[in-house]
């Protein structure tokens, strides 16, 4: 039990467009899911917390604008990485929460690369 | 501010050797959660073990142990009898309320 999905597992795109990304936990309802970001080599960034139909709480330095969350049941949550650019190419990662310690279980991620 | 320091970017050593993991973190809670995860070349971050800081016994899963010390602020992690499988990224985590803070990671080899 607690499998977490995220589709794409991989995306390219043009820069400027808006890219997609969704997060589903399979087997359990998730009140909480977090949204990551992984550069090459390096370790995990909490950019947002979302929280199942109301905000999503963004951390510090992480444009609310620029990635829009939205997580409208209590399976799924989706990133949406608008007007993208080069920079914003990296590993994007969800996880879920579930039960009473509200464990994180996390995805296989998005790779995303933004020519 | 919570912060989780992992001074070995890289270990390397032979199947079948034992291997400690280096880990210290500050927080000004009394109350909080230690993880390891493993990110194998896959990317999937997997659970190893957690420890509670209320619970003074170190916890064990199998061939993982940690060495929870929270005076000195210090969580390693001991892998026994390592197997070539173990080989990944392997990430201290803090977590306090919901939030997990993720130390750089160390990156593990287990050499045939």
């Known amino acids: 039990g607690a499998v977490v999905s995220q589709h794409p597992s991989r995306v390219i795109c043009k820069s400027g467009t808006s890219v997609k990304i969704e997060c589903r936990s399979l087997?359990?309802?998730?009140?909480?899911m977090f949204w990551y970001r992984q550069f090459p080599k390096q370790s995990l960034m909490l950019m947002a917390t979302?929280?199942?139909?109301?905000?999503?709480?963004?951390e510090q330095g992480v444009e609310k604008d620029k990635f829009l969350i939205n997580h409208a049941s209590l399976t799924l949550s989706t990133l949406t990485v608008t007007s993208a650019h080069p920079e914003d190419s990296s590993f994007y990662i969800c996880?879920?929460?579930?039960?009473?310690?509200?464990?994180?279980?996390f995805g296989p991620g998005t790779r995303l690369t933004v020519l | 501010a919570q912060t989780v320091t992992q001074s070995q970017p890289e270990m390397s050593v032979q199947e079948a050797e034992t291997v400690t993991l280096s880990c210290t973190y500050d927080?000004?809670?009394?109350?909080?959660?230690l993880f390891w995860y493993k990110q194998p070349p896959s990317r999937q971050m997997i659970l190893v073990i957690r420890?509670?800081?209320?619970?003074?016994q170190n916890a064990t899963e199998n061939r993982f142990s940690v060495n929870f010390q929270k005076a000195a602020k210090s969580f390693s992690l001991k892998i026994s009898d390592s197997q070539l499988g173990d080989t990944a990224m392997y990430f201290c985590?803090?977590?306090?309320?919901?939030?997990?803070?993720f130390g750089q990671g160390t990156r593990l080899t287990i050499n045939p």
């Open positions: 985590v803090l977590r306090r309320d919901q939030k997990l803070v």
């Open positions: 996880s879920a929460g579930r039960g009473v310690y509200n464990e994180q279980f």
């Open positions: 979302s929280n199942e139909g109301s905000k999503a709480t963004y």
């Open positions: 087997d359990f309802q998730a009140t909480t």
């Open positions: 927080t000004s809670e009394s109350n909080y959660y």
């Open positions: 420890q509670e800081a209320y619970k003074q």
